[in-house]
């Protein structure tokens, strides 16, 4: 049996999805009080084949900040799939992301201690891997630096690797992933159809930085061929490719049929912005649209390598052409 973290969120429904068509027996972690109506209607979108793969997921209620609920929920349990976790850059949401993160992270890998299990993935993020000097290449090597820059998010996710590195000290059976940006189509409100919305609201602007990005596809197959080989106490950068944010929206207008991005923003003008949301966002108690640690990060230029996982498994990874293609289309399909 094998136990899903964050099943309704956009790595965790395709895992689900991708498990169950395997013939897997499958049980994923719901919070108390949600309902997996959007995963359900997501599965159908990915294809008419798929309809019934969601009455095989057998559906646990429970959150990582709650011990006891891990303890349940990983009852006759062999494998387990972390993929729960928060991703904001909101700074009000910081403390609760730190907790889910760190903490959430720690609770998953002591009941994975405590429940003997066979084997743990983790996703974990290139956010965890820290900021690279000035055009190198960022691969599993890679040291964390304590920086001002470093976004909550990142610290929230290098922590929560650590946990998960201290129990493969104290004997777990596990395996990282680091992905980039995960390109696909999840359910609304998650963070990469935020992405989505911006493009299909599309203005003219772009902003000069420079990113890793991944098709969801191939962070759920890494995850299955990593869990289904002896590889433990390993992590693995997961990237197709380094875009900038130019070429990147360019590829998404090219697939809508809009005008390509033109006009550079400049940061300043960015962060002023950003600084005004993020006051909307406090006098009128809403999350705001655009913070200080988006434009941040949104700024970097950072290239990523996943040679260590091409060559240990001879994988290809899919273009991102073909990715931003396959996830607009579930996504108008999702909007009927
Ligand atoms: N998206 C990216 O571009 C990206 C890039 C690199 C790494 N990652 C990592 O990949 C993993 C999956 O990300 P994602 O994009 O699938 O995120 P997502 O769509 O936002 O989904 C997050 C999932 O975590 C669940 N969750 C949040 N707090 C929880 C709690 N306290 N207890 C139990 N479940 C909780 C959510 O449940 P609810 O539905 O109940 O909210 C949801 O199922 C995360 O570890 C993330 O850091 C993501």
Known sequence: MILVTGGTGLVGSYLLCELARKGNKVKALLRP?????????????????????????????????????????????????HCAAMISFNPRELKTMLAVNIEG????????I?????????????????????????????????????????????GGEREVWRGIEEGLNAVIVN?????????????????FHNI??????????????????????????????????ERYVLNSENLSLREFF????????KPQPRIALNGSILNLVAWLD?????????T???????????????????????????YSFIPMTESLTEALRILERMKK
């Open 33 to 81: 009080g949600k309902k997996p109506y959007e995963t359900r209607k997501l599965f159908n979108c990915f294809s008419a084949e798929n309809e019934h793969l969601i009455d095989m997921v057998e559906w646990v209620e429970g959150d990582v900040l709650d011990p006891f609920s891990l303890q349940q929920a990983m009852q006759e349990v062999d494998y387990v799939y």
């Open 105 to 112: 992270t720690a609770n998953v890998v002591n009941a994975c």
């Open 114 to 158: 405590e429940n003997g299990i066979k084997k743990l993935c983790h996703v974990s993020s290139i956010a965890s891997l820290g900021q690279a000097e000035k055009g190198e290449m960022i691969d599993e090597n890679a040291k964390w630096k304590t920086s001002r820059i470093n976004s909550g998010y990142a610290i929230s996710k290098y």
């Open 179 to 195: 992905p980039s940006v995960i390109i696909g189509a999840g359910c609304h409100r998650k963070a990469t159809n935020r992405l």
């Open 200 to 233: 299909e609201n599309f203005l003219p602007y772009y902003i000069s930085g420079i990113n890793g990005y991944v098709d969801v596809r191939d962070v759920v197959n890494a995850m299955i061929l990593l869990m289904e080989s002896t590889i433990s106490g």
């Open 250 to 257: 360019t590829k998404a207008a090219n697939i809508l049929g």
């Open 278 to 286: 993020e006051m909307r966002g406090r006098l009128t108690k809403s």
């Open 288 to 314: 705001p649209l655009l913070t200080r640690e988006n434009v941040r990060a949104s700024l970097s230029k950072s290239y990523y390598s996943a040679e260590k996982f091409r060559s240990a498994f001879h």
